[in-house]
């Protein structure tokens, strides 16, 4: 018997629902060892994310920037999806038309087997040019002082979108699509803070979705939510996926 109260209005949706979309953030990779962003382990030798994810922050020490980048790529090279990952596969099984969006750039949801994934700010292990933006597909050894270079000549940066940045077109886009058309929207571990991805539960509401929040803290959606789950994604997500299954 679970603990979690699964509402009527969301269990007739999980039957019924035809498009589905999900919007994922730092905390459905939390109980994988991914540090987030916004919790005491967001610091990094005192640095907040917002400092070292910006075009400023690498123009002025790419060294710095680099050396972060190598200790989250470490992290990373090490950890597994949890099963709040695969239950988002279960679900994207599950519905007719399904489109997870993340903000994410661990790229543990295709790891663990998610097919239609949109990676709103990019992805830690490609690397492109900082000046010719041409993908780079060489290794990336960051030795004293030394940045890797482009054949333009333009230094190597990790492909990821920093603060002040735009958001991949096509991503932004089709997030924005899966999100008006959605019957159901699941926001799920991210804060809500960073923007236009925290826009996406906000366009499904206003579009009519039935809007499902499952994180660990309130965030300023919370109270715009149909229904909250406060607690670990890697548990409710099963939970949620189990009732489907009935
Ligand atoms: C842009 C890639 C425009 C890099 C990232 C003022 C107001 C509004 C917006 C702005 C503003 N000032 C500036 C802006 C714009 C800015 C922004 O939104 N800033 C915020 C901080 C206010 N946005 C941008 O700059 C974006 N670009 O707007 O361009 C533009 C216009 C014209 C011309 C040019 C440009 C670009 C944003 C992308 C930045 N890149 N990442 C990298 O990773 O290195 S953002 C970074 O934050 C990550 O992607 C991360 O995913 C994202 C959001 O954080 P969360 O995922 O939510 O993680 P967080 O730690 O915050 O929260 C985790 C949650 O999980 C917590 O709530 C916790 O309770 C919960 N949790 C923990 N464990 C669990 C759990 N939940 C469930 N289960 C658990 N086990
Ligand atoms: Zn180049």
Redesign the pocket.
């Known amino acids: 018997m679970s603990m979690v109260e699964i509402p009527e209005k969301l269990i007739n949706l999980l039957r019924t629902a035809r498009s589905v979309a999900v919007l994922?953030?730092?905390?459905?990779s939390?109980?994988s060892g991914v540090p987030?962003?916004?919790?005491e382990e967001?610091l990094w030798k005192k640095f907040r994310?917002?400092e070292?994810?910006t075009v400023e922050a690498f123009m002025q020490n790419p060294q710095l920037v680099w050396e972060w980048?190598m200790y989250?790529r470490e992290i990373i090279n090490d950890v597994r999806p949890n099963p709040?990952h695969y239950a988002l596969v279960d679900l994207e099984n599950h519905f007719e038309d399904f489109t997870l969006i993340t903000?994410?750039?661990d790229g543990l949801h295709r790891t663990a087997g998610s097919k239609k994934v949109l990676e709103?700010?990019?992805n830690?292990l490609c690397n492109k040019c900082f000046e010719c933006g041409e993908p780079y597909e060489g290794e990336v050894e960051i030795k004293e002082g030394e940045i890797p270079r482009c054949d333009c000549g333009g230094r190597i940066r990790?492909d990821?979108?920093?603060?002040?940045?735009?958001?991949p077109a096509a991503a932004i886009s089709g997030a924005l699509d899966a999100s008006e058309k959605a019957e159901l929207f699941f926001s799920?571990?991210?804060?809500?803070?960073?923007?236009?991805?925290?826009s996406m539960p906000m366009a499904a509401k206003r579009n009519g979705a039935y809007l499902v929040e499952?994180?660990?803290?309130p965030?300023p959606l919370s109270e715009m939510a149909d229904c909250v789950f406060h607690?670990?994604?890697?548990e409710i997500l099963p939970l949620i996926v189990e009732r489907l299954k009935e």
């Open positions: 994922t953030g730092a905390g459905i939390a109980e987030t962003f916004r919790g967001g994310a917002e070292l994810a980048y989250r709040g903000q994410n750039v709103l700010h990019g830690i990790p990821v979108v920093w603060f002040g940045e735009l958001l799920i571990g991210t804060s809500a803070l960073v923007h236009p991805a925290a499952i994180n660990l803290d965030t607690g670990k994604s890697g």
